[in-house]
């Protein structure tokens, strides 16, 4: 945004448009008028308006049209609409379309001034947000290249001398030494395996999930998620019950994916849940959607954690014992749900265990003939 | 195999270092070249058996430069090649719409580093198995 903020006027009233011309100079603002909506779209290209003061009746295109083609060109504009009817449907219709606020008519100067220096503000803030969002959308890009280069490449390089040192050592060193060098190796795998989860977090591409795209039935890939978790379970004795509720629609997704997806809730929830405890897997379809529930009756998630896991590389309070995290595998999953028009909820009680739900819709009736 | 000559293309000594002392532990003959020049060089002037290659050398992909070069010479592109790389999962940006896998190569196959050494010796055992097999076809 320039220093000097631009407004555009358009009415259809020349005394009005003088006004509001006189009404704003003062304030130091750059002000430029259009007599119709036609002229106020054609001036929005050139003058780069921040907000835009738009009368709802007026001959030729609706002050409503208007609104709708400022949104189209450049969402960040602020529309104000005056209007000379004051009655309050066509404000709230206006501020459906998007307006921003409304100046009913007649007004003072102050009530001008005082709308445009609050619609001032919000556009600094939307212009504000987005360069905002930008940046960090830049700086993960640059963290997964920072990630992959520098940390990953020297990582696998002393990796790779570990392998051939023990393939060079093995007749010499004692089985402890050997034991040692296993160790090392471990722990460097365990590492790299880090590194690339985070790799996989930043690359997680909405579009690209779509591509993969096919029908699939959600008791498939709920059983093939278990199959992943089920050494895990099986060595804290775990048990993991599963209930499909059978008939189920098909859903339409990215199987790999959407496995992952469960693999990253099931894994939480046995990493979460004592030894001998209790998980449960339910599906069913409800309302055109198919539901999955994953129950544990492990240590529950603290209140102050509970509204930031879905977010990157949020690490909780409570560290499971002798369990490795990475802050990401519930960001991951959230952005497959929502690459599958789903949504995915948690409930979660200290102490009593937590119940994550996801809701995928089914595919559609007309798609199935 | 003391007669099997390899060849490893590898802008990063310590995998090369690595690499080769696993193979050399295999009876294999292994040279080295550290830079994409140099490895062409070696590739006509040796005779080889088979080529390790990396793909990310230099100031980007370089490694694909040298497997086209290869592909594009006659007597190179018989040859197996084993593609060694650090960035599997960038791999598909390299090669776009293409999968994780890309066939440069008739030939080719691919490992992730670090190498294993039980899968390193397994896939170039294979590999050259294959290729004989191929030469005693043609013979």
Known sequence: MDTIPKILIIDDEEIVLDSCTHILAKSDYKVVTARNGEDGIALLEQTKPDLVFVDLKMPGISGMEVLGKIQAH???????????????????????????????????????????????????????????????????????????????????????????????????????QKNKLKRLQSRISDLIKLVNTWLRAISVDISSIREGFSTLLISNVIMKAIENVEPHSVRKDIQIETTVKEPISAIIGNEVTLVEALVNIIGNAVKYTYMGGNISVCAEERDNKVLVEIKDNGVGIPPDDLPHIFEDFYIGKIKPEGERRSGVGLAITKRIIEAHDGSIAVESEPGKGSTFTIHIPVLKQIDKT | MANTKLLIIDDDPDYVDGIKSILEKAKYQVDAAYNPKDGIEALKSGNYDLLLLDIMMGRGAEGVMVARKINKDPKLREMPVLIITGIREQMAFLFPGQPAHPRLLPTDELLEKPVDPDLLLEKVDSLLKEAAGKKEEGA
């Open chain 1, 74 to 176: 450049d969402a960040t504009i602020v529309p104000i609409v005056i209007t000379g009817f004051a009655t309050v449907s066509s404000a709230v219709e206006a501020m459906k379309k998007g307006a921003y606020d409304f100046l009913p008519k007649p007004f003072t100067p102050d009530e001008m001034r005082l709308i445009a220096r609050r619609a001032i503000d919000k556009r600094k803030l939307v212009l504000e947000t987005i360069a905002l969002r930008r940046e960090k959308e830049m700086l993960r890009e640059q963290f997964a290249a920072i990630v992959s280069h520098e940390i990953k490449s020297p990582l696998g390089a002393v990796q790779q001398s570990l392998f051939a040192l023990d393939s060079d050592l093995s007749d010499i060193i004692s089985d402890e």
